[in-house]
């Protein structure tokens, strides 16, 4: 079974889109992490979850907005898609936060 | 990765140890990590090691820790074809973790 799982794995969508990336845990981690990993394989975080509450926010545009219904799912809500935001994001678990984190397979978001 | 310092490059012969550096500004780290990634791939943890601790060995990985000079490195034994990937060094800061820019480890015949 996939520890932590994303999907879609590949999106290509227009400039101005709004798109959705879901994922999911079954490690009953606690904490869920959203990271952007650009062109050169760059990776910051942009937000954390720690029991479906917002505890980091890493100055990212309001057009992102993470929701975390239950404490196993994190999904990203992107509006208005921009070239600039073509990267692949990765989520990830910890059972606490600043742990390890294991990471899903990662969603190719490619805006044209 | 702005405190967190790797070398984005490094070649090895099949069958020689690679060895990967880092560096670190923030002394109050618990956790540093390494994580691999294949091409296409997630991010495999491979290892991590707590501040307190100057070395641990897994298999053919050595990581070593030295807290005065905040370096830290991973030693791959017997380097083989499978183990071409970018290599992330990464820490704990606060809620967080923070990785640095990615070894390349190119493998040569």
């Known amino acids: 079974d996939t520890a932590v799982s994303q999907t879609p794995k590949y999106l290509v969508t227009q400039m101005g889109n709004d798109k959705s990336i879901k994922c999911e845990q079954n490690?009953?981690?606690?904490?869920m992490y959203w990271y952007k990993q650009d062109s050169k394989k760059f990776l910051k975080i942009m937000f954390s979850?720690?029991?479906?509450?917002?505890?980091i926010n890493e100055t990212v545009p309001n057009r992102f907005s993470p929701k975390s219904p239950d404490k196993a799912h994190l999904n990203l809500h992107i509006n208005s898609l921009e070239l600039g935001d073509s990267a692949v994001y990765f989520c990830?678990?910890?059972?606490?936060?600043?742990?390890?984190?294991?990471f899903g397979q990662g969603t190719r978001l490619t805006v044209v | 990765g702005e405190d967190v310092e790797q070398s984005l490059f490094l070649s090895v012969r099949e069958g020689d140890s690679s060895v990967i550096n880092c560096t670190y500004t923030?002394?109050?780290?618990?956790?540093l990590y390494w994580y691999k990634q294949e091409p296409g791939a997630g991010l495999q943890l491979l290892t991590y090691?707590?501040?307190?601790?100057d070395m641990k060995q897994d298999q053919r990985l050595t990581v070593l820790l030295n807290k005065k000079d905040k370096h830290l490195s991973l030693r791959i034994a017997d380097t083989q074809t499978g183990d071409s990937a970018i290599y992330f060094c990464?820490?704990?800061?606060?809620?967080?973790?923070?990785f640095g820019k990615g070894t390349r480890l190119h493998i040569l015949p």
């Open positions: 090691i707590f501040s307190n601790m």
């Open positions: 979850y720690n029991n479906k509450e917002l505890i």
């Open positions: 990830a678990s910890s059972q606490e936060t600043g742990t390890e984190a294991f």
């Open positions: 990464a820490r704990r800061r606060d809620d967080k973790i923070i």
């Open positions: 923030d002394s109050s780290s618990t956790y």
């Open positions: 490690l009953g981690h606690d904490t």
